[in-house]
Structures are given as structure tokens and as C-alpha cells.
């Protein structure tokens, strides 16, 4: 599909999204020195505070804090030990006025953030003591799918948000919606495909450090911080910042996607970015620093959740290629050759690796079955083969890629597998898959989707998405790949049992 043109999106990765120097409307920040002086503080305690922030910097902050604050505050500086841990403080009289304030103090090069924020629970509910029984939930899940599933409902129950999903990263950093709970009245964005420039990687490293962000208004302005750097001429890191004001373009983004309020929390595996749960409001919504710390345990939960389980199948896998070896051993040791019980071949395989087609190619003959090209197709290809080591399993997810530049169609292909089995002359079992361009449909009425006047939009992400995969399949995954090897040898000794065996009785 044709993407309209607009200003080159590249460069993406150049914002520096932790140096853009403010704060969103609803928190204050100060920027305090190691002896407690104001360096910085944000425009916009004018507003929550009733003084200008000019006023504020060069001050102690015990001459502006309730001393019980104050030593609270002192006493969580003390619990400060690594790079990016922060602490967290619900409820605080700051002032000792009886206005109850969140903050959150992180330690950044020499000084410390503190932020803060009016207390706006929503009253009755004690969001911590629904985190365990949302994660009894998922434990008894039977699949990942099931637990995002759940997952997602539980906190789109818990958070208010219209659209909450478990959007889940590719190799190649582009994403997928894999789970989704939303009202009605918002459009659906299930088993839909954004390409990897819609999360740049400097955002992406950076929530691998600092696992939750909101924007609950993503119409509301930008305060600066007064002045705008520090005591060295320095921009104020703000990468742990609670508060940040986040990339403009990536407001831009949400605003095409008709989200006036926006949250994620990190998905992490092995210390990677596995995914995010993203949660969209039609409307402004701004969810309390208490809550919002009730969500980012129950994701950091339901990571080590996530990767229990992977970790569960990743043996399953091992266990099952295993067992694929003495299966076929027993089927195919009286002889029977591929070629006749290629039915059975392809469903044995197809309990281990996934695949669409398949085709056994034995020197003099060629059979195939399911998505899988003619004799002529291989012989052409061949030759990629034996430009490759005998003895491994030649392996992409990138047919395009591959052909580039030649005659050869791709037939809807993606990805392949090809196993040698016997050295001279070759033979081969082909294991084929589709294009994934092919097997996605967006999923909403594109007409009905969004405006489509701005330059980033998640329509034309899709499409963008779409063009980036042409000529791909969706990736072999190491399991299988590991799968492959094992499958490669037992096949060898299949073959050269049967060599041994035509030989012996001199046919
Ligand atoms: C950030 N992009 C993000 C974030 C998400 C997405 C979840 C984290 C911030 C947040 O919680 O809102 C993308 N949101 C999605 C996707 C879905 C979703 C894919 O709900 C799918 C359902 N974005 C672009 C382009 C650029 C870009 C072209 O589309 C670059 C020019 C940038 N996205 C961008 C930047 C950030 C971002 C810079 C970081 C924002 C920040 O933290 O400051």
C-alpha cells in the first residue's frame, strides 16, 4: 500500500528525550543540591505552591517543607544507593497544610529530583490488594496469550484507562498488540503492527531503566525548569524524572490516534525490553502516583510471569525435539522412505517447528505439500545452497532480502529452512513459511480510523509496517532453530541407515 508522503521521519533516534528540560502539568519538580539548596525548580509551582520559582531557587528547602516532611524525605535520601533507584513517598504533608502530596526523590549527578504531586486517589480502593489476586489470575493462565488476556482486563478494571494492550516487541524491535481490553466506543487495535521507529531506541533503552510513564493530558503544557540548567551550564537529566515532558512528536502521535491520555509500563525479560502494556484514554485521565505504583509492580510481576513461562516452553521445545528424534527413528527405520510418508514427516516436524509448507528434494525427485514451491522454483534457488556450509542448516526469515536483485518469485514466501540431509549428491527437507504481510489485515475501518492529515499516525504506521515486511516471515525462534539441528542429524542417520541397508542387500 501506497504511504503518503511527509517530512522523512528518520532521525527519530536523535531526540534527546531526557534533556527536554520540563515538566507535564500535573507534578512539580525541584532540583536539589547534596545540602538540600533549590537548584531548579519547575514553572509550575506558581501554580501548586503559590510561589514563583525564582523565588524558590537558591533556597533551603527546609525553610519551605513541613519539618516532618522534611525528615522523612532526608530519611528516604539515605535508601538512595544505586544509579537509578528512586523512592517513593504517598500522602506527605509537604507544607503542613494538610494538602497531601505523592513524591518521588531520584539522585542524579550530585543532586536529587524531587517530585511531587497533589494526592488525587479515588478514594475507597486499595489498589496494592488487587495486584495478587489479578496475579493468581495469570498464573493459572494456560498460554501467554491468556495471561496478557487477563492481564489487560485486570488493569483496564483497575485503571479507568478506555484501551489498555499488551504490546509485545519483534526481533527487529517492530511490535505487535497481542492481548487488548477496551470500552466499546474506542476503536481496536488487537493483533495490529507498528514498525520499530514508533518507540525509538532511546525511548526504548530508557524504559528498560524507568518502568512507567504517563501523559495524562496530552494537550496540557510544558513547564520549564527555572533556570533551564544547572549550576555547570549542564541540561537536568530528567530520565528517571516521574514528570517529564515527554518528545513533542510523540504527542503528535497520540493526538492522530485520538488518545488525549497515555500510559505504558515496561515489560522487561533478562534485563531487555520484551514489551510494554500501553494504555490509551479518549480523554484527559490522570491516575495517582499510588496507583500507578500498584500497576508498575503488578507488570514487573507479570514480567517475571511472562518469562517463567517462556523459559517453561523454551524446555518443552528442547524436551519435544528430543522426543521428535525416537519417533522418527521408530517410523522410519523399516526404511519407508520420505517421500511416500511425507505426511507423517511434515506432522512430526509440525509438533516442534512451526511451518506452512514443505517439500523434500532428493536428487533425482521433488514431492512438496502445503505452501511450497515447484521443482523449478528450487532448482534456481539451489544454487543460495551450496554457496553454504554442507553441513548446517541454512536458515532466513528474509526471502526477499535473499533474492534481491534475481528472477526468482517468492510465491507468497517469506522464510525458509532448508536441512541437508545427505551430502552428494544434496538432499534436502524444506520447511517454508508465509510472508507475514500477507497473513495481516488492519484490523479497524481505515476510512473510520483517524484523520489522516498528520505525519505520524498508527494507520500510516501499519502501512509503513507493511512495507518494512514485504518478502519476510515472522522470525525462527532459537528454540527452533535448535530444533532444526537435532532434526538435521536424526534425518542424516535415517539416510544413511537406509543407504547401509539398499547396499546390504545389494539393490
Ligand atoms: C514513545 N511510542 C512511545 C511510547 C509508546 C509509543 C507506547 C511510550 C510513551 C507512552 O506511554 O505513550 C508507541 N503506543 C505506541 C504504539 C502503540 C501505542 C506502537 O499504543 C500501539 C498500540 N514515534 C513515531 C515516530 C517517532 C516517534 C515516527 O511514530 C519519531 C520521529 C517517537 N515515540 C517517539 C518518541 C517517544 C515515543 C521520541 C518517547 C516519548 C518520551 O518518552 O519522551
Known amino acids: 500500500p501506497p504511504i503518503a508522503e511527509g517530512p522523512v521521519l528518520a532521525g527519530c533516534e536523535d531526540e534527546q528525550i531526557q534533556f527536554l528540560g520540563g515538566v507535564q502539568a500535573f ?22 505552591l503559590g510561589v514563583k520559582p525564582d523565588d524558590l531557587v537558591g533556597q533551603r528547602l527546609i525553610d519551605r517543607l513541613d519539618p516532618e516532611a522534611m525528615h ?22 509537604l507544607f503542613g497544610d494538610g494538602r497531601r502530596f505523592d513524591a518521588a526523590l531520584h539522585a542524579v549527578a550530585g543532586a536529587y529530583l524531587l517530585e511531587f504531586e497533589p494526592k488525587t486517589s479515588r478514594g475507597l480502593r486499595d489498589e496494592l490488594s488487587l495486584v495478587q489476586p489479578l496475579l493468581s489470575r495469570v498464573r493459572r493462565a494456560r498460554s501467554l496469550e491468556q495471561m496478557c488476556e487477563i492481564a489487560a482486563r485486570g488493569l483496564w478494571a483497575l485503571t479507568g484507562f478506555a484501551r489498555v494492550m499488551v504490546y509485545r516487541f519483534d526481533a527487529d524491535s517492530s511490535g505487535r498488540v497481542i492481548a487488548e481490553s477496551r470500552a466499546p466506543h474506542v476503536e481496536g487495535y488487537m493483533g495490529l503492527h507498528f514498525p520499530a521507529t514508533d518507540i525509538p531506541p532511546q525511548a526504548r533503552a530508557l524504559y528498560t531503566r524507568n518502568l512507567l510513564r504517563i501523559i495524562p493530558d496530552v494537550s496540557s503544557p510544558v513547564s520549564p525548569l527555572v533556570p533551564p540548567r544547572d549550576p555547570h551550564g549542564q541540561p537536568v537529566d530528567l530520565s528517571m524524572a516521574v514528570t517529564r515532558a515527554v518528545s513533542p512528536i510523540h504527542l503528535e502521535y497520540l493526538r492522530n490516534m485520538e488518545v488525549q491520555a497515555s500510559m505504558s509500563s515496561s515489560l522487561i525479560r533478562d534485563g531487555e525490553l520484551w514489551g510494554l502494556i500501553a494504555f490509551h484514554h ?18 514487573q510481576l507479570l514480567s517475571y510471569e511472562l518469562s517463567l513461562h517462556e523459559a517453561r516452553l523454551e524446555k518443552e521445545q528442547a524436551e519435544a525435539a528430543h522426543a521428535l528424534h525416537e519417533r522418527l527413528i521408530m517410523l522410519f527405520e523399516g526404511g519407508a522412505d520420505f517421500a511416500t510418508g511425507l505426511d507423517a514427516l511434515a506432522t512430526e516436524i509440525g509438533s ?23 521443482e523449478a522454483w528450487f532448482r534456481a534457488f539451489e544454487r543460495h545452497l551450496e554457496r553454504y556450509p554442507e553441513g548446517k542448516v541454512f536458515c532466513t526469515d528474509d526471502l526477499g532480502a535473499c533474492l534481491e536483485g534475481e528472477e526468482i518469485e517468492r510465491h507468497g514466501i517469506g522464510g525458509l529452512m532448508a536441512l541437508p540431509v545427505r551430502g552428494r549428491p544434496r ?19 481505515p476510512a473510520k480510523m483517524v484523520r489522516d492529515t498528520g505525519r505520524i499516525s498508527p494507520r500510516k504506521s501499519f502501512a509503513a509496517w507493511q512495507q518494512t515486511v514485504v518478502g519476510k516471515s515472522a522470525a525462527w525462534t532459537p528454540g527452533e532453530r535448535r530444533a532444526a539441528e537435532v532434526l538435521r542429524v536424526t534425518l542424516l542417520e535415517l539416510v544413511l541407515r537406509q543407504a547401509t541397508e539398499t547396499s546390504r542387500h545389494g539393490v
Not at 512539580?28 to 525548580?41: R, T
Not at 479518549?282 to 507488570?299: G, I, K, M, N, Q
Request: with cysteine; glycine share 8%.
Open 27 to 48: 507534578g512539580c519538580l525541584l532540583v536539589i543540591s547534596s545540602d538540600w539548596v533549590v537548584q531548579n525548580a519547575s514553572a509550575n509551582v506558581a501554580d501548586l
Open 72 to 93: 522523612a524525605l532526608r530519611g528516604k535520601v539515605q535508601t538512595l544507593a544505586g544509579e537509578d533507584d528512586g523512592a517513593r513517598l504517598f500522602g506527605l504533608d
Open 282 to 299: 479518549p480523554e484527559p485521565l490522570h491516575l495517582d502516583y499510588e496507583t500507578r505504583s500498584a500497576v508498575e509492580l503488578f507488570t
Open 352 to 374: 516442534v517447528i512451526d511451518f506452512d509448507g514443505m517439500a523434500l528434494f532428493s536428487g533425482s525427485s521433488y514431492c512438496a505439500e502445503g505452501l511450497a514451491p515447484d
Open 427 to 445: 538432499q534436502y527437507v524444506m520447511l517454508f513459511r508465509h510472508e507475514v504481510a500477507r497473513n495481516v489485515v488492519w484490523a479497524g475501518n
